[in-house]
């Protein structure tokens, strides 16, 4: 499938979409990529401050496990 059959069917999807969150990330999306041009990965260092700070979170009990967050996202429907 070439580029263009993709942009046709990626827009049809859209078209039909009605859940106005998805929506709206598509937006943010789009627009991250076209202010930045390109999506950049972090640094090495943006990482580690990443990942203390994760550690951090968890240490401080502001993390939520994951059957928690499927628990709580099946309440979303």
Known sequence: ???QQRKIEF???FLNLQNEE???RLEQLLHAFVENNE???MSV???N???????EDSKNDLVIS???LISEIETWG
Do not use: C, G, L
């Not at 401050?49 to 550690?55: V, W």
């Open 11 to 13: 827009v049809q999807q």
């Open 66 to 68: 994951s059957n928690d």
């Open 39 to 41: 999506f950049k990965p």
């Open 45 to 47: 260092a943006e990482f």
């Open 49 to 55: 401050q990443r990942i203390d700070k994760s550690m």
């Open 1 to 3: 499938m070439d580029i």
């Open 22 to 24: 998805v929506i709206t």
